[in-house]
């Protein structure tokens, strides 16, 4: 099993081959995480490589009080972030989602339901969707990593440097516009608010 910290303290004396192995164990995320937010694979290695960059940069300020994915991951959001803003670009969610154990499409569990029914489901996520991309970007983001990647409030708290209280604020607020946009929509999920 490889020493997380180690690797941390050999890349941060200027080991190379430490840093590689670094980014060996996050790439497939830095790269998933990407295309989740820009979901155009023409810009994804670009900005990948712009993440990598800063990683490699900014390794030596890394005071391992979060996890070194937890630290990997606020990069690649606020990197994405920066690239949508300069090209005012609309994140959009795709299908999949990423878990620990990797990645996982999503799919309609088989409960017998008939092919309408299948049909009408695929048009509510759809909607929902759709409703998300209308979002503003910072209530996206947090609708994203919150009910979408399943990061705790502590965890985005440490991603976007801010503190647990704004980020229950800021969640709370992004689910009540989601909510509003769906009702507007005619689109009625249940989406519970105190998750």
Do not use: H
């Amino acid at each position: 099993m490889i020493d997380e910290r180690e690797l941390v303290r050999n890349a941060k004396n200027g080991d190379l081959k430490a840093y590689e192995e670094i980014i060996g164990l996050y790439e497939k995320k830095v790269f998933s995480t990407i295309y989740y937010m820009v979901k155009n694979d023409n810009e994804v290695e670009d900005i990948a490589q712009e993440v990598f960059i800063k990683i490699y940069r900014n390794l030596k300020n890394f005071k391992e009080e979060s996890s070194l994915y937890t630290w990997i991951y606020r990069i690649t959001i606020n990197v994405c972030i920066d690239e949508l803003k300069k090209r005012k670009k609309v994140v959009y969610l795709d299908e999949k989602i990423e878990t620990k154990e990797g990645e996982l499409e999503v799919q309609l569990q088989d409960d017998g339901k008939s092919p309408s029914d299948l049909a009408e489901d695929q048009d509510v996520k759809d909607r929902l969707k759709k409703c998300i991309d209308r979002l503003p970007e910072n209530q996206k983001i947090m609708i994203i990593l919150r009910d979408i990647k399943g990061f705790t409030y502590m965890e985005i708290a440490e991603m976007m440097k801010i503190n647990l209280g704004t980020v229950k604020s800021k969640i709370s607020r992004a689910r009540s516009a989601l909510k509003e946009l769906l009702e507007e929509d005619g689109t009625f999920l249940e989406y519970d608010e105190s998750i």
